[in-house]
């Protein structure tokens, strides 16, 4: 085993242990294990940053960014009462509004806009109902 790939073990489980303990946010620790392996030469520079320039990693970005706007304006939130509502307490009634209603809107519009517009909505719906759901 050579010098650099010990390194590169070494920096890969010290991360490992920060993300898995949580004392750290993983944005902070991710960025950290980037740079050490820059700053030990395991990584050139040019290649580092190579990544964010990707068509997906902008997108992603963008979704980030949409959905967090649309939790903040509170349409999230209004969606998730609606579909509440028509749902009542039924599991199978919702199963099929979440996947019904998103499924018909990716025809007509961007499939990242209505990720952004029902990721968060589903979660909280779901929050409250997963221990009332059967186990499958």
Not at 4 to 9: C, K, R
Not at 108 to 127: C, I, P, Y
């Amino acid at each position: 085993m050579t010098i650099e790939i010990a390194l590169l073990l070494i920096i890969l489980l010290v991360a490992l242990i920060l993300f898995s303990l949580e004392r750290f946010p993983a944005d902070i620790v991710a960025l950290g294990t980037l740079a050490a392996l820059i700053l030990t030469g395991l990584l050139p520079l040019d290649l580092a940053f190579a990544g964010f320039a990707s068509d997906t990693v902008i997108i992603l970005f963008g979704l980030l960014i949409l959905s967090t706007a649309l939790v903040k304006t509170g349409l999230v939130e209004l969606i998730g009462r609606s579909i509440q509502r028509h749902t009542g307490n039924n599991p199978n009634r919702l199963l099929i509004t979440i996947m019904a209603v998103p499924a018909t809107l990716s025809s007509f519009m961007s499939n990242t806009a209505v990720t952004a517009l029902f990721d968060r909505s589903h979660l909280l719906l779901l929050d409250g109902r997963v221990a009332a759901l059967p186990c499958s």
